[in-house]
């Protein structure tokens, strides 16, 4: 699971006392957590795409943070969110380009716009942008 892969990633810049690197990857871990406890008390398990959405909205604030140390004038502090941006990025898989949305889309039987959508919810959660699906579809 993603979750062991972080961990062991967090573990490993503690050992390389890098820890503007580790305490990211904290963060990323406590979310992790708290995600984890409320999927259990609804009854769920929590899967890689739950964790790639944690990864997803981690990497978004970090680049909000930056953008306000970047207008602060905080060099440093924009350096420092930089590696933070790339720790978390290591984790988040590539997004899936425009032709291979659209090479699923055609593979798919039912090209309604809801199935299409739910297929890709389901089995590519993470791993596409919804909104460019949406968009590719249109264009079909």
């Known amino acids: 699971m993603l979750d062991e892969e972080i961990k062991k990633a967090r573990i490993q810049a503690m050992k390389d006392h890098n ?9 990323v871990m406590n979310k992790v957590m708290l995600a984890k406890i409320d999927k259990r008390e609804k009854g769920q398990e929590l899967t890689d795409a739950d964790v790639i959405s944690i990864l997803q ?64 919810k389901t ?5 596409c942008d919804m909104k460019l699906v949406g968009e590719v579809f249109k264009r079909i």
């Open 19 to 27: 820890r503007n690197v580790s305490d990211v990857l904290s963060i």
């Open 57 to 120: 909205k981690t990497e978004k604030e970090l680049f909000d943070e930056r953008a306000s140390f970047e207008k602060a004038g905080r060099p440093e502090k924009v350096k420092e969110l930089d590696e933070q941006i790339d720790a978390v990025k290591k984790f988040i898989p590539a997004m899936m380009s425009e032709d291979e949305i659209k090479e699923v889309i055609m593979s798919l039987p039912d090209k309604s716009i809801g199935s299409v959508m739910k297929h890709f």
């Open 123 to 127: 089995n590519y959660a993470g791993k």
